[in-house]
């Protein structure tokens, strides 16, 4: 290999396959089959409608699913450790706004140990009054330090502020971590991670006994009907703005942004290279002009995220207070100028070519490959969703960035917080 010489460039490659095989167990839950991997391991994530968006009271769906490993009534959390660090597995639990899974990491040959483990987790955890207290007081105590902090407090109010009187809203306040009851977290267990909506995806070297095992200890889960929908408007909020003012601040918490739609919207792949431009990677027009060129900020960035019933884009940064206004004047300039004049087509290929270049990386192994899947599982697309969007970013014409940014990006459409001085 000469190292003088740079690899040939091409924007052609073998797509991945992420279209994963599909079982149906004895309980009717549906298992999904990566079989990828080199090594002699595997990951076991189990899916389940458990996210925020169904929690009645703020904060039982995080408490239960962080304190589903500190017991079951079989054994205590020492015990549950102890077994997995002995066969040099890893456990962990994920809780977002839609969803809530449970994940394994485990060595094939010790699946027959560990894997009981995790259901064991799933179906007969008990969340012990001891850890429950433990819990309320240490999250608590975090909550009271972060509120001195302005990326915090705009991070709470801005989610609000999009998505108030909605299931996502789900703002939070110090007295909330007090009312946080055993009973409620085991209600929700009960309701949320035993529904006839859960699923299981598994990736890694699956062999012939992974599988039956998989089948054998997740197939007899007793799983219940459960309600997965509730009522919800996706309607835009319009121009809002508000400034939360700390005397004492340093630095101002700047969040702009406004509700859009999920990945199955037509726009979706043309707002994630708008958002790529503006400010969606290091080398993008906020960073360009607020950090490099005016020193504002060590970090600005945009981004576009989907939710099962609704989406969302923002912009987010922390400034000295001295230069707040100055940097919400630069923001808006560099949204102007997306709206007004076509992005420059040497600019438009670098964007291009970043973005192919990070969906290559980032389904690189089967573990990679089964967060893709499970990505667009519960929207209900398939892996042609993928497909359509390497040959969109291919395609996609600096006309049509400029007519999403004056569809979406209008200032009467964005909301706009500070947090400190302005």
Known sequence: MNRLQAPEYTTQFNFPAIAPEQHQLANQMQLFVINAGSQALCKIEMVFNAGNYFESNALVANAT?????????NKSAGEIAELLDYYGAFLETAVYKDKASVILYSLNKHLHKTLPVMMDLIQNA???????????????????????KVDHVARNHFNAM???????????EANYYDELSQIQLQNFFKDRYAGNGAYMVIAGKITDDVLNQVKQEAGIIALKPVNEKKNYIN?????TELLIEKKDAMQSAIRIGCRLFNKTHPDYFNMQVLNTILGGYFGSRLMSNIREDKGYTYGIGSGVASLLN??????????GVDVTTATLTEIYKEIDALQQTLVPTEELELVKNYLLGTFLRSVDGPFAISEKFTSIKDYGLTNDFYKAYVN???QVKAQDLMLMAQKYLGKNNLSELVVGKK
Do not use: A, C, W
């Open 310 to 319: 609704d989406g969302f884009f923002y912009i987010s940064t922390e400034v």
């Open 235 to 239: 309607t835009q909020n319009g121009r």
């Open 65 to 73: 699913n962080s304190l589903m490993r500190e017991g079951t009534s």
């Open 392 to 394: 969109h970013i291919k």
């Open 126 to 148: 008990i969340f012990p009054e001891k850890e429950l207290l433990l819990y309320k007081t240490n999250q608590k105590q975090k909550f009271m330090v972060n509120q001195q």
């Open 162 to 172: 999009l998505f108030k009187d909605t299931p996502y809203d789900q703002f939070i």
